[in-house]
């Protein structure tokens, strides 16, 4: 019998991508024992506005970049699936790679308003979570109603890298040197940094389809 693949889930609209998706991605492949990770580039994301978003294609491009050389894949995979919220899209992963165990990561900028994801519990009940520090966002996060749901299922990270053991829910801190950068300080800096990506054509490393320079 084929061991399953542990595997790490990223999602965001990397808007762009930056070294710090790449450094946290890959100190949390470290710290729970997964063999790769996926970072799921979102067509629309429901909780952020559509302005200032490049297109997906760029975004795409800009995590490939990020990912060379490293075990992640880049993926649009939500376009084929149909799916808009984080809920359907990993239980259809589920359903899709039965011989994949799955991690979801988030930063604890996204924990703190983990209560207001549609179905939340239902994520928590498909696959351990585990939270990486974000400057500014920690006591939030430690104090937000979805943590306080998720109390009872906090696990070190010894528990998970423990593959037998691997169970949901499952909430796992990671003690992580906070990194500050992100897509938004990326944006000011650099706001027309999806110029540089526009003549790109993406291959999605999942689906293995070409993303064209599409609208946002």
Do not use: C
Not at 17 to 29: S, V
Not at 89 to 96: D, S
Not at 184 to 210: G, H, I, M, Q, S
């Amino acid at each position: 019998m084929t061991a399953p693949i542990h595997t790490g889930l990223l999602g965001g609209s990397f808007n762009p991508a930056h070294g710090g998706h790449r450094r946290i991605t890959l100190f949390a492949m470290a710290a729970l024992g997964l063999d790769e990770a996926w970072w799921l580039v979102s067509p629309g994301n429901p909780l952020k506005p559509k302005r200032g978003m490049a297109p997906l294609s760029a975004r795409m491009a800009s995590a490939r970049k990020q990912a060379r050389r490293a075990p992640i894949r880049v993926t649009a995979i939500e376009r084929e699936l149909g799916t808009v919220f984080t809920v359907d899209t990993l239980l259809a992963l589920v359903r899709r790679y039965p011989k994949r165990r799955f991690v979801w990561l988030m930063g604890s900028d996204n924990l703190a308003q983990f209560h207001l994801w549609k179905d939340w519990r239902r994520i928590a009940k498909a696959m351990p979570i585990a939270v990486i520090a974000r400057p500014g966002y920690d006591a939030h996060a430690v104090t937000s109603p979805a943590t306080a749901w998720l109390r009872p299922y906090r696990v070190p990270a010894a528990r998970l890298r423990n593959r037998v053991s691997w169970s949901a829910p499952a909430l796992v801190f990671l003690a992580f040197d906070p990194d500050p950068r992100s897509a938004t300080a990326r944006r000011k800096a650099e706001p027309d940094w999806a110029e540089a990506f526009l003549a790109a054509n993406p291959r999605d490393a999942l689906t293995r389809k070409v993303i064209s320079g599409d609208p946002a």
